[in-house]
Structure formats: C-alpha cells, structure tokens
C-alpha cells in the first residue's frame, strides 16, 4: 500500500509515521503532488497556527490539491481544522472540505485542552471496533461545532466535533498517534479502508 503523510512544514509527521509503521506499514513524507495524487492513502498531519500553516499549503501549491484528491485522506488535529471552511484563528480561510467554521472555546475554559477525552456517538467506519466514551489524546485551543458532517462528539466546557467526515475525507481533532491502542486501532480502520 502506497501512503503518503503531507509533509508542508506543519510538524508532527514523524511521529505519525512511526505510529503507521508500528501497524506494519510503510509511509512516505512528501511535498510532491504526483506522490500525493497516486497515493493508496493520504494523512494530512498539523501542528501549530492555522494561518502559518496555511501560508505553507498555499506556498506548495497544495491547497488546491488536496481538496481533489479521491482516495481516502485522514486530517489529524489542525490539518482536520484546515479541511474546514475557515477557521477564527488568524482569520484563515481553509480548504472548505467540510462545511463548518473553526472557533476558539469560549473564555470560561481554559486553554488549550492538554490531555484525555472521551469521544462518543462515534458514526464511521473509522471508528469500528471502538467502544463509546474511549479516551483519545487532544492539544487544541480551537475547535469544529457539532455539523452535519460530524462523526464523533467530545465535550470541553461544550459539545464538539472530535472526527469529521464527508466522502473520502476523515479528519480527527485529537492525535491517534498519541491515543494508545485506541489511536493505533483508528489508524488502522482508516489505513484498512
């Protein structure tokens, strides 16, 4: 199987690809759009500022791609926010994959959220063989409402998307690399598509 991580400058891929290879598997960082578009499966990792971030897809002419691309991709934690239309922080405009706007958690919460969460009404293959209210790792002061396109919930001062999809696109807010063997598990639900 040919998997590619997006490597545009947004940091944690390397942790991702020692996660995929502790599945057995072999993945490639890459910039280049023809590794990209002939991928098996393509992850699309972030760390950091959503406008910095974007600046980099942008840069690599990937902003334009990635919302092509017809093989399952999986976003992990800002590269799930900027699959999304837009995002407050840096007043982004994001790659409109899915239908909702990234907010910041409101006032009475601290943030960011460091740590364990539950995730639950989990509706996707992705999360096959998961048990409701699992623990997952999460580091995000910004997050996605609950939308139409919404496949699991967790909740921080208030309800919101902890896993979007819509067609070939999944994207999780928290770090399965991080998660344990719940992680791994998701990982391999979406490598096994």
């Given at each position: 199987m040919n998997i590619v991580i997006i490597n545009y400058g947004a940091g944690n891929?390397?942790?991702?690809?020692?996660?995929?290879?502790?599945?057995?598997?072999q993945a490639i960082l890459?910039?280049?759009e023809q590794d990209i578009s002939t991928a098996d499966k393509v992850i699309f990792p972030g760390v950091g500022e959503a406008g910095s971030a974007m600046a980099k897809l942008r840069s690599s002419g990937l902003e334009k791609l990635v919302p092509q691309l017809r093989q399952p991709v999986l976003g992990i934690c800002l590269g799930m926010q900027l699959m999304c239309h837009s995002s407050e922080e840096g007043k982004t405009q994001g790659l409109g994959i899915f239908d909702t706007e990234v907010v910041k958690f409101p006032n009475r919460v601290k943030v960011p959220q460091i740590g364990w969460n539950q995730i639950e009404n989990l509706k996707s293959p992705l999360f096959q063989g998961?048990?409701?209210k699992e623990h997952i790792y999460l580091v995000h002061s910004f997050?996605?409402?609950?939308?139409k396109e919404t496949i699991a919930e967790s909740e921080y001062g208030l309800r919101y998307s902890a896993a979007l999809g819509k067609d070939n696109f999944f994207g999780v807010q928290f770090h399965p690399e991080k998660s344990?063997?719940?992680?791994?598990?998701?990982l391999r639900n979406f490598l096994e598509m």
């Amino acid at each position: 199987m040919n998997i590619v991580i997006i490597n545009y400058g947004a940091g944690n891929i390397q942790s991702i690809k020692f996660a995929i290879e502790r599945l057995g598997y072999q993945a490639i960082l890459s910039d280049n759009e023809q590794d990209i578009s002939t991928a098996d499966k393509v992850i699309f990792p972030g760390v950091g500022e959503a406008g910095s971030a974007m600046a980099k897809l942008r840069s690599s002419g990937l902003e334009k791609l990635v919302p092509q691309l017809r093989q399952p991709v999986l976003g992990i934690c800002l590269g799930m926010q900027l699959m999304c239309h837009s995002s407050e922080e840096g007043k982004t405009q994001g790659l409109g994959i899915f239908d909702t706007e990234v907010v910041k958690f409101p006032n009475r919460v601290k943030v960011p959220q460091i740590g364990w969460n539950q995730i639950e009404n989990l509706k996707s293959p992705l999360f096959q063989g998961i048990p409701e209210k699992e623990h997952i790792y999460l580091v995000h002061s910004f997050y996605a409402p609950i939308c139409k396109e919404t496949i699991a919930e967790s909740e921080y001062g208030l309800r919101y998307s902890a896993a979007l999809g819509k067609d070939n696109f999944f994207g999780v807010q928290f770090h399965p690399e991080k998660s344990s063997a719940v992680g791994s598990q998701i990982l391999r639900n979406f490598l096994e598509m």
